[in-house]
């Protein structure tokens, strides 16, 4: 089983770049393929041995506050979660989408795989923000695949901000003819540095486990979307992922991507002001964020305006990103959010989004088509939990072979 083939996806998102960096807003795309990472570097591992089945995958969502596994099994019935954990991680183990304590991310995620009581060894993981680059460019057409690599390797530097080939793995995928120019395919390319998705496969690997797909958080999103939602082709939904410190973008049309952006902000944001403002410790702000503060209701009623407030700066870049998206599109109208990530679950939060943007905006439940009847699993917890696993279910229904 190829490197390669394991990490062939349905769909590509396109790309262009707005104020503010970061977006990716191409035309739909003409075929749902995507290009992941080149991590030809992982042929070290038996993968072969490791992949015995469909079902021999976890998904695992690393973020900088937290880590969450999520096994979901397919049965004759339809799909089912047989385990999910979440559980928080250290602070400054990973930073800004960097792991700096390898280590430290290892022992964390061998005490999450022992918690949960997961076997398997097969890990589906992803990456978001600054650590990955997704750019559409245009080359010549009828290129062999291998001369295709080394025109986008001798050219890197007109599409990818890096100064070294290099430092870089990469990979790529042909979507079709442009329709600006039938001489001239749109090819999706995909790039990470090396040292970070290195520092990612040897936390992994110290604890006992097996890289067999890479992902981009917001590719994640669009699959836990396309398997639990009804949709028709001509459908625009906004799926939105407030993590701790990056939040997500991912506009789609028809189940495919058609707009994507990360950028570095999140539930961070709230819980230092509430840390600040309250002079309590950063867990007992996270704890505050969520559930509350004591006393009457007017009190605490005065606290949920407040985190509105704290929100703010979050809330306004998801707004200038979606009127970036209505400025390119304008002929597409999005008819409902769905919001994601922990950031999710904060108090008021969707209403002062659903106000802005004057769009419909609901929490998104990543367990609509999935049933919650694993011998393992508390469906009470999980529910409450539901827009947390959004990325945790996406990597988790992803498959080697996938297409």
Same mark, same amino acid.
């Given at each position: 089983?190829?490197?390669?083939?394991?990490?062939?996806?349905?769909?590509?998102?396109?790309?262009?770049?707005?104020?503010?960096?970061?977006?990716?807003?191409?035309?739909?795309?003409?075929?749902?393929?995507?290009?992941?990472?080149?991590?030809?570097?992982?042929?070290?591992?038996?993968?072969?041995?490791?992949?015995?089945? *469909?079902?021999?995958?976890?998904?695992?969502?690393?973020?900088?506050?937290?880590?969450?596994?999520?096994?979901?099994?397919?049965?004759?019935?339809?799909?089912?979660?047989? *385990?999910?954990?979440?559980?928080?991680?250290?602070?400054?183990?990973?930073?800004?989408?960097?792991?700096?304590?390898?280590?430290?991310?290892?022992?964390?995620?061998?005490?999450?795989?022992?918690?949960?009581?997961?076997?398997?060894?097969?890990?589906?993981?992803?990456?978001?923000?600054?650590?990955?680059?997704?750019?559409?460019?245009?080359?010549?057409?009828?290129?062999?695949?291998?001369?295709?690599?080394?025109?986008?390797?001798?050219?890197?530097?007109?599409?990818?901000?890096?100064?070294?080939?290099?430092?870089?793995?990469?990979?790529?995928?042909?979507?079709?003819?442009?329709?600006?120019?039938?001489?001239?395919?749109?090819?999706?390319?995909?790039?990470?540095? *090396?040292?970070?998705?290195?520092?990612?496969?040897?936390?992994?690997?110290?604890?006992?486990?097996?890289?067999?797909?890479?992902?981009?958080?917001?590719?994640?999103?669009?699959?836990?979307?396309?398997?639990?939602?009804?949709?028709?082709?001509?459908?625009?939904?906004?799926?939105?992922?407030?993590?701790?410190?990056?939040?997500?973008?991912?506009?789609?049309?028809?189940?495919?991507?058609?707009?994507?952006?990360?950028?570095?902000?999140?539930?961070?944001?709230?819980?230092?002001?509430?840390?600040?403002?309250?002079?309590?410790?950063?867990?007992?702000?996270?704890?505050?964020?969520?559930?509350?503060?004591?006393?009457?209701?007017?009190?605490?009623?005065?606290?949920?305006?407040?985190?509105?407030?704290?929100?703010?700066?979050?809330?306004?870049?998801?707004?200038?990103?979606?009127?970036?998206?209505?400025?390119?599109?304008?002929?597409?109208?999005?008819?409902?959010?769905?919001?994601?990530?922990?950031?999710?679950?904060?108090?008021?939060?969707?209403?002062?989004?659903?106000?802005?943007?004057?769009?419909?905006?609901?929490?998104?439940?990543?367990?609509?088509?999935?049933?919650?009847?694993?011998?393992?699993?508390?469906?009470?917890?999980?529910?409450?939990?539901?827009?947390?696993?959004?990325?945790?279910?996406?990597?988790?229904?992803?498959?080697?072979?996938?297409?």
């Amino acid at each position: 089983m190829a490197i390669k083939d394991l990490l062939t996806r349905r769909k590509a998102p396109s790309e262009k770049t707005p104020p503010g960096g970061g977006e990716k807003a191409p035309p739909p795309p003409k075929k749902k393929a995507f290009a992941a990472l080149d991590l030809s570097f992982l042929s070290k591992f038996d993968l072969k041995n490791l992949i015995s089945g *469909r079902k021999e995958v976890v998904g695992l969502d690393i973020g900088s506050s937290s880590l969450k596994l999520a096994e979901i099994l397919e049965t004759k019935e339809g799909f089912v979660l047989n *385990r999910f954990l979440h559980v928080p991680l250290k602070r400054g183990v990973i930073v800004e989408g960097v792991v700096t304590d390898i280590d430290g991310l290892a022992e964390a995620i061998k005490d999450l795989f022992k918690g949960s009581g997961c076997q398997k060894k097969g890990v589906v993981t992803s990456l978001s923000g600054h650590s990955v680059i997704v750019k559409k460019a245009q080359f010549p057409a009828r290129q062999e695949e291998g001369e295709l690599r080394e025109l986008i390797r001798d050219e890197a530097g007109k599409y990818l901000p890096f100064d070294s080939m290099d430092e870089i793995y990469f990979d790529f995928q042909v979507l079709g003819r442009s329709g600006d120019n039938p001489n001239q395919n749109d090819v999706m390319i995909v790039a990470a540095k *090396r040292d970070i998705v290195d520092a990612y496969v040897e936390a992994i690997a110290a604890a006992g486990l097996t890289v067999v797909v890479v992902d981009v958080d917001t590719f994640a999103l669009e699959t836990m979307y396309e398997r639990n939602y009804e949709f028709s082709e001509e459908d625009v939904v906004a799926v939105v992922n407030i993590g701790a410190s990056i939040t997500n973008i991912n506009v789609m049309k028809g189940g495919g991507s058609i707009f994507t952006r990360d950028f570095g902000m999140g539930g961070d944001v709230v819980t230092e002001q509430i840390q600040s403002s309250y002079g309590v410790s950063f867990e007992e702000a996270e704890r505050m964020k969520i559930f509350g503060i004591e006393g009457d209701e007017m009190a605490r009623q005065s606290f949920r305006y407040s985190l509105v407030g704290f929100a703010d700066p979050v809330c306004s870049e998801i707004d200038r990103s979606i009127d970036y998206f209505r400025s390119t599109y304008g002929d597409m109208d999005i008819k409902e959010v769905l919001l994601a990530g922990g950031g999710a679950l904060i108090p008021g939060l969707g209403d002062d989004l659903s106000a802005r943007l004057r769009i419909p905006t609901t929490l998104v439940d990543p367990f609509k088509k999935i049933a919650l009847k694993g011998k393992n699993i508390d469906p009470e917890a999980v529910m409450q939990q539901g827009p947390a696993a959004a990325v945790a279910v996406g990597l988790a229904m992803r498959r080697p072979g996938d297409k």
